[in-house]
């Protein structure tokens, strides 16, 4: 069974830091295109980054260029997303999903991956 597990969240003030992390279990990460998503109380879910499969091609929302970092550990079979100079509006329940090809460019539409894990909180809040 081909599944997605998010950590990492948590509570940070704002400026802090976190990483999340998105482990595949049942299938090798390494082949699918992987996304990040956030969803806000009352609002749409939205994507924050993806990268691609082949080429590592990486793509972020404006909202958070040059505050986050999306990344691959192939060996652990993990997409990271480290998140730094954390805002109030960064707070939000944040997902990864998984998309099988994606081999030079990552899809920054939500309806178009596969595979959706739980979700992780994140709250920046002083």
């Known amino acids: 069974q081909r599944q997605v597990v998010e950590s990492g969240g948590g509570l940070v003030h704002p400026g802090g830091s976190l990483r999340l992390s998105c482990v595949g279990s049942g299938f090798t990460l390494d082949y699918y295109a992987i996304g990040w998503f956030r969803q806000a109380p009352g609002k749409e879910r939205e994507r924050v980054s993806c990268?691609?499969?082949?080429?590592?091609?990486?793509s972020y929302d404006d909202s958070v260029k040059d505050r986050f970092t999306i990344s691959r550990d192939s060996a652990k079979n993990t997409v990271y997303l480290q998140m730094n100079k954390l805002k109030p509006e960064d707070t939000a329940v944040y997902y990864c999903a998984a998309k099988i090809g994606d081999y030079y460019y990552c899809s920054p539409y939500s309806e178009d991956y596969d595979y959706w894990g739980q979700g992780t909180q994140v709250t920046v809040s002083s």
């Open positions: 990268i691609s499969s082949y080429n590592r091609s990486t």
